[in-house]
């Protein structure tokens, strides 16, 4: 196996976006890798060195980078122009597509980046209740408007309900309109809104949170709490729709909220996402069905462009061929074996987290259930992600995307890149 080296042109580059980007990135991933092009399941950087690619664009290239008929769809539509502003056929014939497919889409908003979907989806849920607070769950990511930055990463662990702001500049104000609770703990979640009942408009959660799966019964309970007590449930789908099944993560787990967002997938690796729900809540985007008081307005440059709408049909008809989500899984489960294997082999303390499409290794002795059992050994993590890439595998901080177009030469790469880093790590690391 070779191992990956930075030659020049990256080197030269990195100083360029050292002088003009704060931090000398796009803020994205930790790593200084530039990237110039990608195929199928591979990436190459700007020094020709390959990589198996588990960063898939952060999620979006499910069918693969650079897919051939993709790249036809989108090549046909570019000459026919890229933006229109007004409404266009494709982006009308996709919002049809995710209402057949997604259970709880009646209605559906475009808009441009997954943290604009969450940002007026949570908007949406207080139009609709009258009420202004949400609880959301520690850890949980739904995007970076104020709201979201609320106790998604905090560095020390605060008492719940009370949220920990994630960044500067966030008014303190904001702290007061939502409340905390730890994912996967049902209980905690009902004696919240037992208390708060009259204040809350919704519970936003992602059903698999970054990579914590819900326990059997959790997400259920959250339907039963929310609607028992007329607040709305809000899934947050930007990273599970059309991943864990067409439908996504509701069909997956086989539990309806009545508001999503969607993103990644469903622009084909262009910037797309929506909000989708119940035609009387989504209603509220519509003065003339609910009045000048009960309006909330949404405009988007860029909302439904017809370039992210005819990837994302393209990437959507892809998925729908027979097979595909057995694909998918079936390549997620080797890797995830594969991992396991070697780790327990090494006898290191690891728990693989997550399903076929997302995973990763977290260094850790305890099952991993919520925000704080989730983060293990860092240090370790980074170690090994930097040990990886050497071995020439990409991938996020602290996931695995897998992807349909991985074939079964990239899943042997990628246990051999992996065994060689684990020894490495344990000459480095001993202990
Ligand atoms: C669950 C979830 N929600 C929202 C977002 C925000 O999406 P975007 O990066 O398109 O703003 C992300 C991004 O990774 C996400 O993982």
Redesign the pocket.
């Known amino acids: 196996m070779t191992l990956v080296h930075s030659g020049n042109a990256e080197r030269d580059l990195a100083e360029t976006a050292r002088r003009v980007l704060p931090g000398g990135g796009f803020g994205n991933v930790s790593q200084e890798v530039i990237i110039a092009q990608g195929h199928g399941g591979r990436v190459r950087d700007v020094d020709g060195n390959e990589y198996v690619d588990y960063l898939l664009g ?2 979006p290239m499910l069918v693969g980078h650079a897919h051939p008929e993709v790249i036809e769809a989108v090549q046909a539509q570019l000459s026919a122009g890229t933006t229109f502003f007004t409404s266009n056929p494709h982006g009308i014939r996709l919002a049809a597509e995710i209402v057949s497919a997604v259970p709880c889409a009646e209605r559906v908003r475009f808009v ?7 940002l007026y989806a949570m908007r949406l849920a207080r139009a609709h209740r009258g009420r202004d607070r949400i609880l959301k769950f520690e850890g ?5 408007s104020d709201y ?1 930055l609320m106790s998604l990463a905090p560095r020390r662990s605060g008492n719940f309900p009370q949220p920990i702001p994630d960044s500067a500049g966030i008014p303190k104000s904001v702290g007061d309109e939502m409340l905390v609770a730890p994912f996967n703990d049902l209980e905690t979640a009902a004696s919240l809104v037992r208390e708060h009942r009259d204040e809350l408009a919704a519970i936003i959660v ?1 059903p698999v949170q ?1 990579l914590i799966s819900p326990k059997p019964g959790f997400l259920e309970g959250l339907r039963r709490l929310t609607a028992d007590n007329g607040i709305l449930l809000i899934f ?5 729709g059309f991943r864990f099944a067409y439908g996504g993560a509701q069909s997956y787990f086989g539990v309806t909220p009545d508001i999503c ?1 969607l ?2 997938v469903i622009g084909g690796g262009f ?1 797309l ?1 929506a909000i989708a729900g119940r035609a009387d809540i989504m209603a509220h985007f519509d003065k003339g069905a609910v009045g000048e008081d009960a309006y909330l307005p949404q405009i988007g440059t860029l909302s439904g462009n017809p370039i992210a709408a005819v990837a994302g049909l393209k990437t959507l008809e892809i998925l729908r061929r027979p097979g595909s989500y057995e694909q998918l899984f079936r390549t997620g489960r080797s890797l995830m074996e594969g991992l396991a294997r070697i780790l327990e082999d090494a006898g290191i303390a690891a728990r693989i987290a997550g399903d076929a499409p997302m995973f990763d290794v977290v260094f850790t002795d305890r099952d991993v259930t919520d925000y704080r059992s989730s983060l293990g050994d860092q240090e370790t993590m980074k170690a090994l992600n930097v040990l990886l890439r050497r071995h020439g595998i990409l991938k996020g901080d602290s996931k695995y995307y897998v992807s349909l177009a991985h074939t079964e030469e990239d899943v042997r790469f990628t246990l051999e890149a992996f065994a060689a880093s684990i020894a490495e790590l344990r000459r480095l690391r001993p202990g």
């Not at 441009?112 to 979907?117: D, K, N, R």
């Not at 947050?236 to 599970?240: I, Q, R």
């Open positions: 952060s999620g441009s980046t997954g943290s604009e979907a969450d949980g990511y739904h995007g970076m979201a992602e970054r947050d789908e930007v990273v599970t967002t993103g990644k910037p996402a």
